[in-house]
């Protein structure tokens, strides 16, 4: 879903020929202590639940610009981290004294936010990834999982933006500044049980009608100077129950119909899951209640064996599926996963030439079906009619898989005119679908 810009290639350019960075420096870093709370919040972008009275505030962002040009010091804005059993919770307030001059024109999940007036969480939990998580003022969400390696590949990054985690932020505007409020889920960030309390942590705020760059870290290559991010302490949650490997997830391709999904999901220790699934049309703002459907899952020799269906109904919308597995014991998540997705065109038809000759025997349609491949089972048809409603040919096949089909319509026998073609599936586990096409028969150079 997420194309490969300049900006990849400018991670590809800051991260190549970098050490793994977890863990080193830390003395000359900022830190930030992050602050257990019991109760969670109603993730809405206020900020005015209790358990944020509590959580001390974070300020000190310093505009980014290059060495021999100096800048005016950057609109405040300041953060709060929190965290309870389940969840990273971050409050974030950017002063603005111009509120009705926001940049907001960013709608498309996993679009360019960066554009617009908008706030980048980098996240570093563990040596294998750091997660790039931002959110314009719209409420346009985007994330990205970086592969921390001493040489980074365009195909590590291109792969690392096609990672999909579950999370959720809501802005809200009032006065002087616009807030943030977002819920990241432990399970969601490929954690495991030797992750450590200290955490890798940048905050980056773009204002783009003045083309101010602002960062809590004090980078110096843009907000992806990973040896630069500053520290996040005391994340101190039980990270034994992340057994379950869920970071070499790559999903297939998702078709309409009934898909068959097979994760690859190591684990560190035997025991019983809760396996759910949920699939819903993706839309802005906060996303509805999620009510997994599922059941529990024995994992034995090092494997947790899973088998999803993945019922798809419309293509060309923008889907997200969501993958959340528990321990069945606690039912405590230990891992989150989305895949957002857009099913291609179910069906196609078209006519090999617009115009046939006396000397064809055949108008050829070929066919194009793009559905799962358990849900391409039913008939083809083509019906070839003239002027009125009488059939003037036809042809059939019965289907059982998807594929480019080519269907001859015999027509030698039928006079010069306009001919129409009606090309119809009919696949009972996903619906009827048709096209009319139209062509023109007459006398060609060598009849």
Known sequence: MKA????????VFLLTGLPPVHGQGQADLPHVKATRVQADVKVDGRLDEAVWKDVPVVSGFQALTGKKKAVAAPEETR????????????GIVCREPRMGELIADVAERDGSIWRDDSVEIFLQPGPRFYYHLGVNSRGTLYDARVPVLAQVTEKDIREGRLWDGVWEAVVSRAGDAWTIEARIPFATLDLSPDTPSTWRLNVGRTAARRVEYSSWAPVEKGFHDLPRFGCLDDVKVDTSRFVVDGSGIAFPPLFVGNNRVEPSLPVRRDGRFRVGTSLREWSPGPPPERRPQGGPVAASGGNLPVILTVPVVKSGALHEFVLEIADAATGAPVLLRAHLFKAPQAFDASLNWAVSYQSDREAVVEVTLAVASGSARGRLSAKLLGDGPSVVAEQAVDLTQPDAIRLPIPFAQVPDGFY??????????????SKELRFFKTKGPFD
Do not use: E, K
């Open 4 to 11: 490969v810009s300049a900006l990849t290639i400018a991670i």
């Open 420 to 433: 129409r073609v009606q090309v119809s599936a009919d696949l009972p586990d996903v619906g009827r679908f």
């Open 79 to 90: 953060f709060q981290v929190a965290f309870n059993d389940h969840a990273l919770l971050i």
